[in-house]
């Protein structure tokens, strides 16, 4: 019943509110398993919580979660050994959870592929990453802006290889027209209606939403509205930098499978 996201990628004290109201009596809540690194498998593992919800403090008539703490004790699947433990807070209205205390300590997640794309960047990331972890809003989408500003025109030129040929020439002219301002939104702009239809999932244009997104601002927004901004500028600076390398690391395979193929058949 406690989110898997929750307790996956929250920082100590952050708060997690929910569209409803968790179940009053804690009995039939659901145990989400996990995915985080295991020390002892040193990779990533799938964890399962292994005691119950309530303890033996609890009354056996009145299992309510409302206003408690819980201590959630989760098992590596792989070796059996490796133990995380989660102690959360939920509320009296039973739609917000936070975390109190944690083993082994939270941490900040990065990519190896963005580490390595954004290269002298990656560390302005990470520091928008823990500005997000701790709610603070209007600083992680302050960090997620400068960098989509810093790494805008490699990350234009970088779609451009993976434009279908009968929209390359206008993508060439309006990229062009990029490098005529400095203004991101501006740059976003010109590009986002000839993005490739590999990078628009379901046909949903991610350059679309950041340009939405990064020329709303941050002025008299709350840290909370911020926070939700932040959010949609890093998924999506993530989802086109995987996106771009993925697609070209299999251009790469397939064109080294029929370059070996064509020079077989040369061959004989």
Partial sequence: MIPKIFLEEYSLFRQYKMDKSAPLNIDSWYKSPINMKCYKCNSEQTFLMVNEYYHNGYDDINYSGKNRVFDLKYICTSCQLFERRFFIHCNEELNVF??????????????????????????????????????????????????????????????????????????????????????????????????????????????????????????????????????????????LINQIIQSKENAKQFTGSMKSLLDKKSKK
């Fill in 98 to 239: 936070y975390k109190v205390g944690q083993y082994p300590e939270w941490e900040i997640k990065m990519e190896k592929n963005l580490e390595k794309t954004l290269e002298k960047h990656s560390k302005l990331f990470r520091k928008g990453l823990v500005c997000e972890s701790q709610g603070y809003g209007i600083g992680a989408f302050s960090y997620y802006r400068r960098i989509t500003e810093h790494i805008i025109d490699n990350l234009l030129d970088s779609i451009s290889e993976l434009i279908e040929i009968e929209n390359k020439e206008k993508y060439n002219i309006a990229l062009e027209q990029t490098k005529k301002t400095r203004v991101t939104q501006e740059k976003i702009n010109l590009i986002k209606d000839l993005l490739p239809s590999i990078l628009k999932p379901n046909g949903m244009n991610p350059l679309g939403v950041l340009h939405s997104e990064l020329s709303q601002g941050l002025h008299d927004k709350s840290d909370e509205e911020c926070l939700t901004s932040a959010e949609h500028v890093k998924n999506i600076l993530i989802y």
